[in-house]
């Protein structure tokens, strides 16, 4: 049964977010259809607060805060990789983001693939990048909506049957049409109301929560007391020694991989700076303690003896949520879950839809398209991802959304060398890089899928066999591959590497915007 006084917060928050979209015109959008850098990069205008709200909005998604306290109330410790791992992310993006930002700037590039073919002056390595970040993308989206779902179904808030479905369909209609007629600055509007929301959702629940089960101690010993109990089987707060290679490669693995999604390349490339994006950076460990209080609301709900069906931990905090709040709290919680939703979803569909444009429809079908007609190629492809999401989740299992999201940080991980290593050195080759691109995607993906569709593999180690998370080995194998063909293709083919400051080929006028 929905209690009216936590329906109304939420809905109130909802309705205040899709007023914020709407009003995302005041920021500065020409009158007529804009280009494609206006629409999809906002102009590059965006400032250091914006920046930051934009980025942590579009990195730390809705998902992420019901799945991280989720696993920790189903698996214990080994839930906790994913605050290092937001750890190690801030320090890579204080140095690769910049530098991105840079090469893009200088060479009016608008997407990551156009960062690689200025740099490698190779197509085809420009257009496998383009391919896998569509791929790795658009189960994420998807993925936005059965986690919002989830949790607003654990939580009451859902109606069932057809009512809440075009309920979830109508505030996705809103963020769409917004976010067609204003591109990024739809989802920056929105990020500033989720950033409120979700830090003082965040931190009232986390005192609530605290004060009503006696404080950390009491906290954590009556966790430990419900898992010795066997309440959740094979789970503990303390990291077994097994376990190590385990929790260190997910959350390296991880880190790498976050960087390199379009859609937070995307919001990079729309900040106005470089030092922007540094102070950004430097500020985003701020949302990896908003998420570490969700984290420890994990613990909580093992304290408090709530039980999660089976198959659903992430339907732990929200049911922690409507037990322990007030009804007003209960609503303010859960709609910053779902603004948190709207952000991410919104900027993965204009991430996608312009590396589309850019880097597929372009290149392949339509080479003497005009900016005018990029924008609004994009303006559409942007819409039907949105309702492709909707139709995937109301059409497929919410297993089938998790286990191609997976494979998603597999697949996107095998980018890291071109992008990432090729930003600091061009001694390794292009076809050496498409080659080991492809080697990584094969074995990534045949590991997870023999081994169920689980993110963990076994691995040899100095003679011990060791469970590694897949998409490290992957790349690993990538950049074995890469290392070890570059030198001999240098010497079949003649070839030297170009100056690391020069680029090897801009993409085609056609499909530049200056």
């Known amino acids: 049964m929905i209690e009216p006084l936590s329906a109304t917060t939420f809905l109130a928050v909802l309705g205040g977010t899709s007023l914020l979209a709407v009003a995302a015109r005041r920021f500065r959008l020409p009158p007529e259809l804009p280009t494609l850098e206006s629409w999809a990069l906002a102009d590059r205008r965006f400032g250091t607060p914006t920046t930051w709200f934009l980025l942590g909005g579009t990195i730390y998604t809705a998902y992420t805060f019901a799945a991280v306290p989720g696993l920790v109330y189903g698996t214990g410790a080994i839930g906790f990789f994913a605050l290092p791992y937001t750890v190690i992310v801030c320090p890579l993006a204080f140095v690769l983001l910049p530098r991105l930002w840079s090469e893009a700037r200088r060479h009016g590039h608008i997407t990551v693939a156009d960062v690689v073919r200025g740099r490698y002056g190779s197509p085809a390595l420009a257009l496998v990048v383009a391919v896998t970040g569509v791929l790795a993308t658009m189960p994420y ?40 007629r204003h591109g990024l600055r739809a989802p920056a509007v929105i990020s500033l109301m989720k950033g409120v929301a979700i830090f003082c959702a965040a931190l009232a629940v986390s005192f609530l929560v605290l004060d009503r089960l006696g404080g950390p101690g009491p906290m954590f010993d009556g966790a430990e007391r419900a898992l010795s109990s066997g309440a959740v089987p094979a789970a503990s707060l303390s990291l077994d020694p097994n376990l190590f290679a385990v929790y260190a ?30 102070r950004a950076s430097i500020a985003l460990p701020a949302w990896t303690a908003v998420l570490a209080m969700f984290a420890m609301l994990g613990v909580a709900a093992l304290a408090a003896g709530i039980h999660a069906p089976s198959g659903s931990a992430e339907a732990a905090v929200p049911l922690l949520v409507k037990e322990l709040m007030p009804a007003a709290l ?185």
Not at 146 to 151: E, N, T, Y
Not at 405 to 414: A, S
Not at 443 to 469: D, H, I, N
């Open 141 to 180: 989206i998807a993925l936005q909506l059965v986690g919002i779902r989830a949790v607003l179904s654990a939580g009451g808030l859902y109606p069932r049957g057809v009512f809440g479905d075009l309920a979830l369909v109508g505030v996705f209609a809103v963020l769409a049409v917004a976010t067609y």
């Open 249 to 278: 490669t997910l959350a390296l693995g991880s880190a790498l991989a976050l960087l390199l999604y379009p859609h937070v390349l995307t919001a990079t490339f729309a900040a106005s700076s470089a030092d922007t994006l540094r």
């Open 330 to 514: 209960t609503g303010l919680v859960f709609g910053a879950l779902a603004v948190g939703a709207l952000v991410p979803a919104a900027v993965m569909s204009i991430a996608v839809a312009t590396t589309f444009v850019r880097n597929i429809y372009v290149e392949c079908f339509h080479p003497t398209a005009t900016p005018k007609h990029q924008t609004r190629i994009a303006q559409l492809v942007s819409l039907s991802t949105k309702i492709g999401a909707v139709v995937f989740v109301f059409g497929l299992r919410d297993q089938d959304a998790i286990n191609l999201q997976l494979l998603g940080g597999v697949w996107i991980l095998q980018t890291f060398p071109a992008v990432a290593i090729g930003l600091f050195t061009r001694r390794l080759h292009h076809r050496a890089l498409l080659v080991g691109w492809g080697a990584g995607m094969a074995a990534g993906t045949l590991m997870v899928v023999y081994s169920g569709f689980s993110s963990l593999v076994p691995v040899g180690l100095g003679g011990q066999g060791v469970q590694a998370y897949a998409a490290v080995v992957a790349l690993a194998l990538n950049l074995a591959v890469v290392v070890a063909l570059t030198p001999l293709i240098n010497r079949t083919c003649g070839t030297r590497p170009p100056p690391l400051d020069e680029p090897v080929r801009t993409p085609p006028e056609a499909g530049t915007v200056r």
